[in-house]
């Protein structure tokens, strides 16, 4: 969402305005509708990116949206609970490592004991509401179904099942493989084609990089239920 709005925004002088905010939920659906067929995709064992198929991304679309502003609003609550009182802006972990020069501001301007209640506080609490959201996006993207998305109770038991720890590990290296592409559009090429074929190849990877990570977790978790089951 972060990416999204960055790149529409820059392109308008008036950024309050009805019209942009379309623009960024249409674009929004189209490309979480398409990134949900990639995850599922991957849960199916798929190698290659799937086909767009128009129905799939308007349906999984508008659904991921929802779940998405759900998440995200419940997140940034949670998370503001931490940074307003702290006085810095709002934890959000890709944003501050992609934005690195003017998080590294924010913290140096900071009294030391509140920047470190911010960073190790922040971060656990950014990382559990993620968790949920991904879990939720990633069960959405295999059964079509909103209530599976929201089930709180059974989203833990799949979080559970990749273990917390092993899902953090994993759950950073897609990150820090966002980070990177995202710090390399910072490579200028002098010929403006060539600059411009560089800087949507990147987007593109960020864009696959996230939906692919939701995949790849989602069917280690769907491989040990179903292990688990067999030995019941």
Do not use: C
Request: proline share 3%; glycine share 4%.
């Amino acid at each position: 969402m972060f990416l999204i709005s960055e790149f529409i925004l820059g392109k308008y002088d008036e950024i309050n305005t009805i019209e942009v905010f379309i623009i960024i939920s249409v674009v929004s659906i189209v490309l979480y509708g398409y990134g949900m067929t990639i995850a599922r995709d991957r849960m199916n064992n798929g190698i290659r990116l799937p086909k767009i198929m128009i129905k799939d991304i308007v349906f999984l679309g508008i659904k991921s949206y929802i779940d998405f502003t759900v998440y995200l609003t419940v997140q940034g609550f949670i998370l503001d609970l931490i940074s307003s009182p702290l006085a810095f802006p709002e934890f959000n972990l890709e944003e501050m490592l992609i934005e690195l020069p003017e998080t590294v501001h924010h913290l140096f301007s900071h009294n030391p004991m509140d920047t470190l209640i911010f960073i190790i506080v922040g971060s656990v609490l950014f990382y559990i509401t993620t968790f949920f959201m991904e879990i939720a996006l990633a069960r959405l993207a295999d059964s079509g179904s909103m209530k599976s998305a929201f089930n709180l109770v059974n989203i833990k038991r799949d979080i559970d099942t990749a273990g917390w720890w092993d899902y953090a590990k994993e759950y950073t290296n897609i990150v820090l493989a966002i980070v990177l592409f995202a710090a390399l559009k910072y490579i200028v090429i002098p010929n403006y084609i060539l600059d411009l074929i560089w800087d949507v190849l990147l987007n593109l990877f960020m864009f696959v990089t996230q939906f692919l990570g939701i995949g790849i977790i989602y069917s280690v978790i769907k491989e040990k239920k179903s292990n688990s089951d067999i030995k019941k």
